[in-house]
């Protein structure tokens, strides 16, 4: 075995080990479903937003945690990023000095060192990865709004995906498919979101007037 892989084995770093295994899994899942239409951070935490009155401790460590207000999905790999790097690093200096950490202490130190650093990454993710639909508006405010193809082309059949801006500047990322009469809409072109069923959001291509619009509030 390699001396990367007794390092990735060695006992006292195995929970950092898993935690990184998971947190490539998971960012090796989204991408992949990412890129046929789908997502899985659509479906999961859709029911986990917590309400800013809420006043018991956990919500309020959720809250000052996640600054960003970025997805559940993402927040959780987050997480088990910087978890993971900051137990290797703390059990690496360990054994430059000739010594190691309990795997528990060590387990502990990370995770409680990784908070505030986890609160700093996420605010700046959240410049570059749209926020949440349920942090500010709800989905059926997106519907008579225009949106720029993300991943396509939309078609009838599995959904694809398109950006959009909220009333309040912030951007995300949806689900859609064209409607049952309409042509496939390219990556790029922007489209109009005119119904949303179970699935995903139905679109037609975008009057120009509304593009217009889109064009100049987006400059803004």
Same mark, same amino acid.
């Given at each position: 075995?390699? /001396?990367?892989?007794?390092?990735?084995?060695?006992?006292?770093?195995?929970?950092?080990?898993?935690?990184?295994?998971?947190?490539? &899994?998971?960012?090796?899942?989204?991408?992949?479903?990412?890129?046929?239409?789908?997502?899985i951070?659509?479906?999961?935490?859709?029911?986990?937003?917590v309400?800013?009155?809420?006043?018991?401790?956990?919500s309020?460590?959720?809250? $000052?945690?996640?600054?960003?207000?970025?997805?559940?999905?993402?927040?959780?790999?987050?997480?088990?990023? =910087?978890?993971?790097?900051?137990g290797?690093?703390?059990?690496?200096? /360990?054994?430059?000095?000739?010594? &190691?950490?309990?795997?528990?202490?060590?387990?502990?130190a990370a995770?409680?060192g990784?908070? +505030?650093?986890? !609160?700093? /990454?996420?605010?700046?993710?959240? !410049?570059i990865?749209?926020r949440?639909? #349920?942090?500010?508006? #709800?989905?059926?405010?997106? =519907?008579?709004?225009?949106?720029? =193809?993300?991943?396509? +082309?939309?078609?009838?059949?599995?959904?694809? !995906?398109? !950006?959009?801006?909220?009333?309040?500047?912030? $951007?995300?990322?949806? #689900?859609?498919?064209?409607?049952?009469?309409?042509?496939?809409?390219?990556?790029? &072109? #922007?489209?109009?979101? =005119?119904?949303?069923?179970?699935?995903?959001?139905?679109?037609?291509? &975008? +009057?120009?007037?509304?593009?217009?619009?889109?064009?100049?509030?987006?400059?803004?």
């Open positions: 075995m390699s /001396a990367v892989g007794d390092i990735l084995l060695a006992s006292d770093v195995r929970p950092f080990a898993v935690a990184a295994a998971i947190m490539v &899994a998971l960012g090796g899942i989204e991408l992949l479903t990412t890129m046929i239409g789908l997502s951070s659509e479906f999961i935490g859709k029911d986990f937003a309400e800013a009155e809420s006043h018991n401790a956990l309020g460590l959720f809250l $000052w945690i996640n600054a960003g207000r970025l997805p559940l999905l993402i927040l959780i790999i987050l997480i088990l990023g =910087v978890f993971s790097i900051g290797f690093l703390l059990q690496g200096l /360990a054994h430059a000095v000739g010594t &190691a950490i309990p795997v528990s202490i060590a387990a502990l995770a409680a990784s908070i +505030p650093l986890i !609160r700093n /990454a996420s605010r700046g993710l959240a !410049r990865i749209p949440d639909e #349920s942090y500010a508006v #709800s989905e059926s405010d997106f =519907v008579g709004q225009v949106a720029t =193809v993300s991943v396509g +082309p939309l078609d009838q059949g599995l959904p694809g !995906r398109v !950006r959009l801006k909220d009333v309040f500047g912030n $951007w995300h990322t949806v #689900s859609a498919r064209a409607s049952h009469d309409s042509e496939a809409l390219p990556v790029g &072109a #922007s489209v109009l979101l =005119v119904d949303r069923d179970a699935k995903s959001f139905i679109a037609i291509t &975008a +009057p120009a007037d509304l593009i217009e619009q889109q064009q100049s509030s987006n400059r803004a």
